[in-house]
T-cell receptor
């Protein structure tokens, strides 16, 4: 069965500092990985997908199949990055399996 | 289009009562998903529909839970004989069937509190 693990429940960083959210997955095939974000009082929404290899709002994520990881990084955190972040895996082609989430707090 | 709409937003009920939640997806989306989220956890998959067909159900979906999407548009999730463990946020999401995007569009959720 597929599983997504986000080991950090809370990350607190100062504005301008780098931030890295860890995500590890278990799946024996070729996964599709995503990061979703939920800002305060907003809906859960897609942030980025590994297949696009894109940078969204300064965030990037690299799929490392050897380490089964998909960590999310941003070199200079901003206060507006404060939110809940969820790593998600599409293994069966039909649905997403989410991790437990990491709350990011960017302090001024 | 205001996105995925869920009603009611909050529901407080007594143990043993039945509750029903409704989800209206984005009109051109033919996939509809139900997830459950408890405090401090990520969303957990419950079930999904493609048009009116319910294609997969999670083991989390006990016999007390039933979901329908009769005309391939809105969906309902009914919980019979509610238990305190059913207290959670119930999230609905919709999408196109093209999984190259992998994007689910979520509603604001329906929060259930079972007393």
């Amino acid at each position: 069965a597929q599983r997504v693990t986000q080991p950090e429940k809370l990350l607190s960083v100062f504005k301008g500092a780098p931030v890295e959210l860890k995500c590890n997955y278990s799946y024996s095939g070729s996964p599709e990985l995503f990061w979703y974000v939920q800002y305060s009082r907003q809906r859960l929404q897609l942030l980025l997908r590994h297949i696009s290899r894109e940078s969204i709002k300064g965030f990037t994520a690299d799929l490392n199949k050897g380490e089964t990881s998909f960590h999310l990084k941003k070199p200079f955190a901003q206060e507006e990055d404060s939110a809940m972040y969820y790593c998600a895996l599409n293994a069966a082609g039909n649905k997403l399996t989410f991790g437990g989430g990491t709350r990011v707090l960017v302090k001024p | 289009d205001t996105g995925v709409s869920q009603n009611p937003r909050h529901k407080i009920t007594k143990r043993g009562q039945n509750v029903t939640f409704r989800c209206d997806p984005i009109s051109e989306h033919n996939r509809l998903y139900w997830y459950r989220q408890t405090l401090g956890q990520g969303p957990e998959f419950l079930t999904y529909f493609q048009n009116e067909a319910q294609l997969e159900k999670s083991r989390l979906l006990s016999d007390r839970f039933s979901a329908e999407r009769p005309k391939g548009s809105f969906s309902t999730l009914e919980i019979q004989r509610t238990e305190q463990g059913d207290s959670a946020m119930y999230l609905c999401a919709s999408s196109f069937p093209d999984w190259n995007t992998g994007e689910l569009f979520f509603g604001e959720g329906s929060r259930l509190t079972v007393l």
